[in-house]
């Protein structure tokens, strides 16, 4: 069988695939790599998009650089960016499928046999437990053609219904806030924005450390812009900022609705643009009366003279744009959050013009294509798996079976764990993603790694949190190893590139997900994905009509050659335009002239007109809710979590491997602690604590600083153990984690306590 998949795939799918050593009788292929000179790819860290410039020699990137030339990032790179190429030298890199053993042990095998283990155990699981006992975690850090080709494999090929992303973890407040608001998940900006504005809101954003580059496009407006910052912590970003309101911790909705109520109260509200373009807004400003400076400010800890102040700069700014990340998206009633920073650029009609929009800055390198393509909750470009003619759509542009195609949405990640806690999944297959450290409340998926009966890790590393629990590992090739495409949080569509070669036997995803579809016996319905470059093309076509259409874009070089893409593009934009006919005008008319490329930089919505049936934009509330676990005399401190460096992504899975970045931030867990309360515990700076919650405990050292407030602690994410400690708590639209607000406390060791 494994020889047989092998033949059958010969000619049909990438070079890669076919150079699997393992006595398959392919011979040598050459390797298909960028040639000598220069390549520029899109940096596969965060969502920035910037794009790097890899130097070759014989083909292979040696060193990388920022490009100049990229509309993007100007010639600029933060450190992971620089140091992109180093995680891809690790040692510890996964070059052999594994398959654990009777004992217990991790076994190498040839890609044929880990093929044949992966069928087998799930038809197996299917066939017993039906479509639901199976489901996959996938990752906003692999290629939209890779997640696109996942999502149709498992849900139209093998039968799955369930299947998420770690971008749950990241983006889904967004995505679900757009939707409802707009009618279409669609962030309205361009970077240009950020140089535009004469005020610039940033909600929950530290964009100074954690989006860096686009710091440096605020830094560049020429406008002397006025800066606010609603953050509990004194971040880079607050301390840059003109007025920083450190409110407490997630008490942001009633701020935001207080905003609302003095813009309206003193007639700072665009009330053309409402009329013409909006929705509820009547019932918006009926609700928003009861949230008066007074009662803000018990809610938030903030000023009455503040909350002024700060609505006073937004009502008065010409161009106002209003950018949120995490610090909402995060939370417990994070879409209604959002929701209340879209409404306040609605009613003051920032929006469509340079300068203005309500923007959530995306988090992974490719979260963007995440929520367009990987057909887990939403069905491939956007659609809806309940709508019939959208399922209709996708079978005739895909030619797969209607019937294939889930008529329901998928659970979302949260409850795919529970599930397969619980031991209703009993199959799960993750790809590149470390949800054993990375997801909240760690003992959650500890509880479901017990329970599974199959376990498959696909990872470019054999050594994280997760593969530990693997019973298959399957070797991915990483960013820089493979071809594609990523969406940038601009909606850039942005091109990545092969500079280097994966060791061993490690595939691309690609190459992976159509080895295991010519496995499963479905490989012909996946006939036309025969390389990422003829799935971007499938992917154009998913996109047709849709209002990310992108059928004007040529191909990869095209994209490459303009510096990336927004969408839409459409065939129509790219068409050459007609010339004027004039009336009676018979002379020949001048050849037809090619339509200019695209911009470099375009906004959304500059027409007015948004996505909903009605073309408006909805005015969306409701009443804040406090957060579900409280702090008491046991637990008396509120977590705080975020990114601890501009040098550590997520897990550190791919950071901690580049000696020069691991130099930039400290190499164990630090909590910082404001000295109030540092010395009423007798805690010393630099000693070891233990931060304890309800649920588990985490050693730290104390960093002790007023960047924090009295009751409150912050620990970078990044540090395994964290998620020991946090609170699963969900916002109930979107179902993102809430990793933002948890009670613990503060115990020193007893050697470490200040005896002064
Ligand atoms: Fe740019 Fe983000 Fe990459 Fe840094 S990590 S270089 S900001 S894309």
Redesign the pocket.
């Known amino acids: 069988m494994p020889l047989e998949i092998l033949r059958r795939t010969r000619g049909r799918m990438t070079a890669e695939l076919a150079r699997v050593p393992g006595g398959f009788g392919l011979g040598a292929v050459p390797r298909r790599l960028a040639p000598a000179g220069t390549a520029n790819l899109v940096?596969g860290?965060?969502a920035?998009?910037?794009s790097l410039r890899a130097h070759l020699q014989d083909g292979v990137a040696v060193n990388l650089s920022p490009d100049p030339d990229y509309p993007v990032?100007l010639g600029m790179?933060?450190p992971?960016?620089w140091e992109a190429l180093a995680p891809l030298q690790a040692s510890d890199r996964a070059t052999r499928p594994m398959v654990r053993g009777p004992g217990g042990s991790l076994e190498p095998v040839g890609w044929g046999k880990a093929a044949q283990r992966f069928v087998d155990r799930f038809r197996q699981i299917l066939a017993e437990h039906g479509p639901e006992s199976v489901a996959f975690l996938s990752s906003g850090q692999i290629c939209t053609e890779e997640m696109a080709l996942l999502g149709a494999l498992f849900k139209f090929g093998m039968g799955g219904i369930h299947g998420d992303s770690n971008t749950r973890q990241c983006m889904a407040t967004a995505h679900v806030a757009y939707k409802e608001s707009f009618g279409f998940d669609a962030p309205p900006y361009t970077y240009a924005d950020f140089e535009a504005s004469d005020v610039l809101v940033f909600v929950g954003s530290n964009p100074c450390l954690a989006?860096?580059?686009m710091w440096q496009r605020v830094l560049r407006n020429p406008n002397r812009p006025t800066i606010l910052v609603l953050d509990p912590r004194r971040t880079e970003t607050a301390a840059a900022a003109t007025q920083h309101l450190a409110l407490r911790p997630k008490s942001d909705l009633s701020l935001l609705y207080g905003i609302a109520h003095l813009l309206l109260h003193h007639g700072w509200i665009d009330t053309d643009f409402i009329r013409q373009h909006t929705s509820g807004f009547d019932a918006f400003s009926d609700f928003v009366g009861c949230f008066t400076p007074d009662y803000v400010s018990a809610q938030t800890g903030l000023g009455v003279g503040e909350i002024i102040r700060a609505a006073t700069a937004i009502g008065r700014g010409k161009a106002v744009s209003f950018w949120w990340t995490m610090g909402v998206n995060q939370g417990h009633e994070a879409v209604r959050t959002a929701q209340a920073i879209i409404n306040l650029a609605l009613m003051t009609g920032n929006i469509g013009r340079p300068g203005t929009g309500a923007n959530s800055i995306t988090g992974q390198c490719n979260a963007m294509g995440s929520r367009l393509y990987s057909n887990t909750t939403s069905l491939l470009g956007g659609r809806t798996f309940t709508d019939p003619e959208h399922r209709a759509e996708v079978a005739g542009i895909l030619d797969v079976p209607l019937d294939s195609i889930p008529s329901s949405s998928s659970k979302a990640y949260d409850q795919i764990l529970d599930d397969a806690a619980s031991g209703r999944i009993k199959a799960l297959w993750i790809i590149a993603t470390n949800t054993a450290q990375s997801w909240i409340d760690s003992q959650r998926f500890q509880e479901a790694a017990r329970r599974l009966e199959f376990l498959v890790v696909q990872d470019m590393y054999v050594s994280t949190a997760t593969t530990d629990h693997a019973h298959l590992i399957l070797p991915a090739a990483g960013w820089g190893e493979k071809d594609g495409t990523f969406i940038n949080s601009e909606r850039r569509i942005g091109v990545v590139r092969k500079v280097a070669q994966a060791p061993g036997e490690a595939l691309s995803d690609f190459a992976i997900f159509r080895l295991l579809g010519e496995a499963w016996g479905c490989g012909d319905w996946f006939q036309r994905w025969t390389s990422p470059a003829a799935t971007f093309r499938l992917l154009q076509e998913l996109s047709r009509g849709r209002p990310c259409d992108i059928t004007g874009i040529q191909n990869y070089a095209h994209l490459a050659e303009e510096g990336g893409i927004q969408w839409p593009w459409t065939s129509a934009d790219a068409q050459p335009a007609e010339p004027e006919a004039q009336p009676d005008d018979l002379s020949p008319h001048p050849p037809r002239q090619p339509r200019s490329q695209p911009a470099p930089e375009r906004r959304l919505f500059a027409d007015g007109r948004f996505f909903t049936p009605d073309e408006r934009a909805r005015f969306i509330h409701e009443i804040p809710r406090r957060a579900p676990e409280t702090t008491d005399s046991e637990f008396p401190f509120v977590l705080l979590t975020g990114r601890g460096s501009s040098a550590q992504w997520h897990t550190n899975t791919r950071t901690g491997k580049s000696e020069i970045l691991r130099q930039l931030y400290p190499a164990n867990a630090y909590v910082e602690l404001h000295p109030n309360d540092a010395r009423s515990l007798r805690v010393l700076n630099g000693s070891t604590v233990v931060i304890a919650s309800r649920r588990g405990t985490l050693h730290a050292k104390a960093l002790v600083s007023a960047s924090v407030q009295p009751g409150q602690v912050f620990v970078p994410m990044h540090y395994p153990g964290v998620n020991d400690l946090t609170f699963p708590a969900f916002d109930p639209y979107s179902r993102q984690p809430s990793y933002k607000f948890c009670a613990v406390r503060i115990d020193p060791l007893p050697d470490a306590v200040d005896k002064r």
């Open positions: 940096c860290f965060c920035t998009g910037c990032n790179a933060c992971k960016g989006h860096p580059i």
